[in-house]
């Protein structure tokens, strides 16, 4: 990753951790490391913000990202 020094060292401050550490999190460590800093659940949005409906995931234009909750939920009604 290419950063300015003066760049780098101010974001280390503002989220108390090298960047290093940062990027070689996996996706669960991401978050917890997000709702840490927030104290606040993370939540991902279902629906979508139409300036980027045709930009980015497929899967987020149909509407098909399901969270853990949602696969939680759906195995619970199969029981």
Do not use: H, W
Not at 2 to 20: D, Q
Not at 25 to 38: A, L
Not at 64 to 74: E, G, L, S
């Amino acid at each position: 990753m290419y950063m300015n020094a003066e760049t780098k060292a101010s974001l280390e401050r503002i989220l108390g951790r090298p960047l290093e550490e940062i990027s070689a999190m996996d996706f669960e460590e991401e978050v917890r490391f997000v709702e840490e800093k927030t104290k606040k659940p993370l939540i991902f949005s279902k629906t979508t913000d139409p300036r980027i409906n045709g930009r980015g995931n497929p899967l987020l234009v149909r509407r098909r990202i399901v969270t853990m909750q949602d696969v939680d939920k759906k195995m619970s009604e199969l029981k």
